[in-house]
Nanobody, 126 residues
């Protein structure tokens, strides 16, 4: 049975940093494209970042580019999202997602991912 579990996050002041981690059981991340999405109440879930399974290349939403970094830890079978220079607009529930077969044109789409974590709250507030 596949399970993705997010950890980290929490409350931070504007300008601060947090790290989210996604660990997997039942699958090996090296064989999967892994992405982070986020959602605020009343809005659609939006793409944040992705790391591809084939090359490990990364892609980011314009709103987080230069501030967030997605990385893989193959030894721990984990994917991390380092979030720096956080802004109140980054407040959301963050989800990790994984797919073995998503194509590049679908990287930013929720529908491309078969497996999802339960979500982790990130709050940026003074």
């Amino acid at each position: 049975q596949v399970q993705l579990v997010e950890s980290g996050g929490g409350l931070v002041q504007p300008g601060g940093s947090l790290r989210l981690s996604c660990t997997a059981s039942g699958l090996t991340f090296t064989r999967y494209t892994v992405a982070w999405f986020r959602q605020v109440p009343g809005k659609e879930r939006e793409f944040v970042a992705v790391t591809s399974k084939r090359t490990g290349s990364t892609m980011y939403a314009d709103s987080v580019k230069g501030r967030f970094t997605i990385s893989r830890d193959n030894r721990e079978n984990a994917v991390h999202l380092q979030m720096n220079s956080l802004e109140p607009e980054d407040t959301a529930v963050y989800y990790c997602a994984a797919s073995a077969g998503v194509i590049v044109s679908q990287f930013r789409s929720q529908s491309g991912y078969a497996y999802w974590g339960q979500g982790r709250q990130v709050t940026v507030s003074s």
